[in-house]
């Protein structure tokens, strides 16, 4: 049922409602480290898409994001037992998916890889993205400018969040965000 | 539209079926193990155990604890001082035989004084007086045999089809699966002898008269001899050149001939271990290691309390573990740092395997672009399991692009486990196998394949080799006849043909 209670309703209802749902993640995140699937299903549910399109939007590459996004999950669920239920689940999960996604963006910036002219055949056409020239934009940012934009804008964080998140003072993030945001306007030429 | 409201609206290509899938293997991942908690039935018995230790008959038990505690050291976490330890370390104390895993963890494998890993550390070749055993990593025996008199010195050979080993002054041969045991050669130094990579399985040996001569194990002949004098260490180079270190000298013999190619002078050498690439020798004397070059010339890292009693390189040749009796030092290959750490029980090093990433590649194939390789990380506390980036290849690349610890090699019999779909680790299944997405041919995705998403798998092989705590897979991707016939040259040529499916 909570499920169903949006971000702007959870607003509107006050501290209450808030309170609820808060302790319903934590005795979610107990019964998730305690073994149970339903629990673990539950969390999934709640914060699945959120991990997927931030993992997609830094690494522009869906299946890449899609075992980004997996592996965080896996990783998260497999250390419930040393996590907090007190603390917020989001954004520790979120700085998990983020710094995969960071690392893998370094990784394959090092890595060679053969061209898909080595192929004599493809089977399936590749993934066509939603928005690619907003894809194209992002991909031109430097990784850092790119992280920060993804994390304000697409996961909802805070600039304070990001600055927790990446462990760099606040100042440096909102300096990150206004040259992100700066550069992609420029090419998107939608300002 | 702004561009932050682009980006919030912004959806990932096929979000739902990343959704759908990403639901299916979390799911199925088997649930986090709640952690073991301290309860009051084990505090109990601990207090009560401290109380009977303190009355006389109390007494006994202690010393019976004690030495339960002297006879098998508790775990010692290396990795607590030292970072993570890549691969496999096999240590020999007086309690016997260890195997100590990347965690940092010791595990004993048993009452013995010398050991050597399989390639790949699937097995040990362990001995203890006329004792040969074949054990797994576990301790378990696989076979055993008795000789007449005291042996050791065991070593497999590349491939992990035979293992020589010396029995008194003389060397003999058996098979990897204990069957065919036979003398080679008499009057041998006590000096592992180092097997040459390929076929045929020729193999090195320093005789009591100062000679490095070079043997076929199976026709029992002798193809050449050359006069080195007391042999500290020897050890085949990729290029396939055979590098000695003498008790003053290195020397590089060719590998078809015998003949000498370079000699250096290199002082007292005590002890002395080769890197894998042969481009680096650890030299103990009486003060510490020294690294040298192929060029004789080298830093010299003082070691607190030498001689050293063991030295070995990692696989990957970037570092040296040199043990001075229960310190442990580990020196990279520039010397220019050093850390130690005390291991409590284990006198010597006998041999180290297998970093994390470890993979069996096969030479570069131009013309087939659809074998990859790649490693599978098991979580020890199993359930758990991780694709290893690195080691992603192209198989097209060759091993061009590979750190030098990714070698070309092959396991013996009976190391395969091959299954087309799915697998299972030590741990129990795979449950991610048949969803992933990130194995690439190219710019492709392995999801790309017909018959990926149905699960119909007659193109498909995956062929899983378990390498001490990882398994390397070769998945292979043949698009037709060709390409299958293809994949077979391929792996037979590495020695994988056992391993196909019927």
Known sequence: VEDEVDAAALEAAGPRVRRRRRRSESALIRAAAGGSADAAAELFDRHWDACHRAAYWIVHDAAAAEDIAQESFLAALAALDRFDPRRPFAPWLHRVVVNRAIDHARARAARREVGVEALSLRAAPAVEPADPALLGALAGLPLEQRVAVVLRHVLGCTPGQIAAVLDLPRGTVNSRLRRGLDALAEVLDDR | ???????????APDAGGARERARRVILATPPARPRRRRTPFALAGIVAVAALALTPPGEAIGRWLRGLVRADPPPVRVQARLGKLPGQVLAIGPGGAYVIVSDGARKRLGRYDGAAWSPHARFVAATRGPLLRAVDPEGRVRWSLTAAAPVADPRWSSEGYRIAYRRDNDLRVVAGDGSGDHPLVDGVQSVPVAWRQGPGHELAVARRGGAIELWSADAGTRAWSYHAGTVRTMAWRPDGRLVVVTDARLLVLGGDRGDVRRVR???????????PAGDRLALADGRGVRLVSPQGTGPTRLLPGAPVTS???????????????????????????????????????????????????????????????????????????????????????????????????ALGPGDAVVAIGAYRDRCGPEPRMGTRSRLRIGQARSSDWPGRRTGDPPLLRIITRPTGTYIADVWIFARDAAGRARADRILRSIGWAGDLDP
């Open chain 2, 1 to 11: 539209m702004t561009v932050e409201e682009r980006l919030e609206r912004a959806a």
């Open chain 2, 265 to 275: 002078a290199l002082g007292r050498v005590d002890r002395a271990a080769i890197a």
């Open chain 2, 311 to 409: 030295l070995a390189w990692s696989v990957d040749g970037g570092t040296v573990l040199a043990t001075v009796r229960d310190q442990w030092y580990f020196v990279p290959r520039d010397g220019r740092s050093l850390r130690a750490t005390p291991v409590r029980g284990i006198s010597s090093v006998a041999d180290w395997c297998c970093p994390e990433g470890s993979v069996v590649i096969a030479p570069g194939f131009a013309d087939a672009p659809d074998l990859y390789l790649r490693t599978l990380r098991t979580d020890s506390r199993c359930g758990r399991a991780s694709w290893s980036w690195a080691s992603t290849v192209p198989f097209a690349d060759g091993p061009r692009n590979l750190p030098p610890h990714h070698t070309i090699a």
